[in-house]
C-alpha cells in the first residue's frame, strides 16, 4: 500500500502541473479564458491498460460550464488543445522526433502562425515534421518539402520534392493566393519566411 500510495500522490501532483502548463500554451494560442481539468478514477475493473480512467473535461469561454472534451471542443479547439498536449508530452517524454499530421486543422490567421512558432520551439530539441496546408506553419520550418500525386498508367504515384530558397517563396505564394501568384503574394511569402 505505501507504494501505491506513492504512485497515487504523484498522480494528484503531475495533474495540477500538466493542466497548468496546458493553460498557459492554450493562452498563446488565443484561448485565455479556456478551463481544462482531468478526472481520474479507478474502474471497477481491471481494464487492458490498467484500472485508471483519465476523463478530459473542456471549457473554451467564460461562463461555459466543463464539458467532456470530444463533445464540446470544435474542430479549431481540438487542434490547439492536441498541439498543447502534444507539446508538453514530447518534452516530457524526450521523443527525438514527432510528426503533426494537419494538427492546424480549423485555425488560420495570427493563431496558425503561434501554433507555428511552438513548432519552432519544439524544434529547438527534436526534429518536427509539420504536414499543412497552411503558409504561416509552413514558413516556420527549417525545410520545406512539397507532395504531390500524379497518375501513371492507372496507378497513382505519391512524389516528395526538397524545396530551395526560390522555390519556397513560390509555394508559400500559392498557398496564400492559388495557382495565380499575385505580386503582394509573393511579398507576403518573402515576410513569412524571414
Not at 496507378?155 to 524545396?163: A, D, E, M, P, R
Request: glycine share 6%.
Amino acid at each position: 500500500t505505501t507504494t501505491s500510495n506513492k504512485i497515487s500522490k504523484n498522480r494528484s501532483e503531475a495533474i495540477p502541473v500538466f493542466i497548468s502548463k496546458i493553460s498557459a500554451i492554450l493562452y498563446e494560442l488565443g484561448m485565455p479564458d479556456s478551463q481544462f481539468k482531468m478526472e481520474l478514477n479507478t474502474s471497477n475493473s481491471f481494464l487492458s491498460n490498467g484500472t485508471d480512467e483519465l476523463e478530459l473535461l473542456f471549457s473554451a469561454n467564460k461562463g461555459t460550464s466543463l464539458g467532456s472534451f470530444k463533445k464540446v471542443a470544435s474542430g479549431g479547439e481540438m487542434s490547439r488543445i492536441m498541439l498543447a498536449i502534444k507539446a508538453i508530452l514530447a518534452d516530457f517524454s524526450k521523443l527525438p522526433t514527432i510528426l503533426f499530421d494537419e494538427i492546424d486543422t480549423g485555425v488560420s490567421g495570427e493563431i496558425a502562425l503561434k501554433m507555428g512558432e511552438i513548432m519552432k520551439k519544439m524544434s529547438a530539441n527534436r526534429q518536427v515534421f509539420a504536414i499543412t496546408h497552411l503558409p504561416q506553419i509552413a514558413s516556420k520550418g527549417d525545410s520545406q518539402y512539397k507532395v504531390s500525386k500524379e497518375t501513371i498508367a492507372e496507378n497513382t504515384i505519391s512524389k516528395i520534392v526538397k524545396l530551395n530558397s526560390e522555390e519556397r517563396i513560390i509555394e508559400i505564394a500559392e498557398m496564400l493566393s492559388g495557382k495565380q501568384i499575385t505580386d503582394s503574394a509573393l511579398s507576403h511569402a518573402k515576410t513569412l519566411l524571414n
